[in-house]
């Protein structure tokens, strides 16, 4: 049981990209969710996180560099988390990963998550 990024592939500059991440077993419903991403030898960190309750979400975070440019969203009903990429530039090159927390508390902590995938790599030309 595990999560499935894909939507990856080069940009140039500008672009947008849209990464789905669809999971099996349900193990996004009652959980916090989130996006990681790992650039070319660094460390994996945090793109944004999407705390949740019911049916809804009660948080969502991004870092700075993620903030209003990238959005995410989720569809419980199809097990699937996105994250919408917009004026993309170099500095976002990196392989992006999804993950369900262990809660429906998100945290900006790799420890805090669970059913990671393999990950997509995104490419932004200059």
């Known amino acids: 049981v595990q999560s499935a990024e894909s939507g990856g592939g080069l940009v140039p500059a500008g672009g947008a990209l849209r990464l789905p991440c669809a999971a099996s077993?349900?193990?996004?419903?009652?959980?916090?969710v989130a996006w990681f991403r790992r650039g070319t030898g660094k460390e994996r960190d945090l793109v944004s996180f999407?705390?949740?309750?019911?049916?809804?979400?009660?948080?969502?975070r991004y870092t700075d560099s993620a903030k209003g440019r990238f959005t995410i969203s989720r569809y419980n009903s199809q097990n699937t988390v996105y994250l919408q990429m917009n004026r993309l530039n170099p500095d976002d090159t990196a392989v992006y990963y999804c993950?369900?927390?262990?809660?429906?508390?998100?945290?900006?902590?790799?420890?805090?998550?669970?059913?990671w995938g393999q990950g997509t790599q995104i490419t932004v030309s200059s």
């Open positions: 077993g349900g193990i996004f419903s009652d959980y916090a």
């Open positions: 999407m705390s949740w309750s019911g049916s809804e979400p009660t948080f969502i």
């Open positions: 993950a369900a927390a262990l809660r429906d508390v998100g945290s900006s902590r790799e420890v805090d998550y669970r059913n």
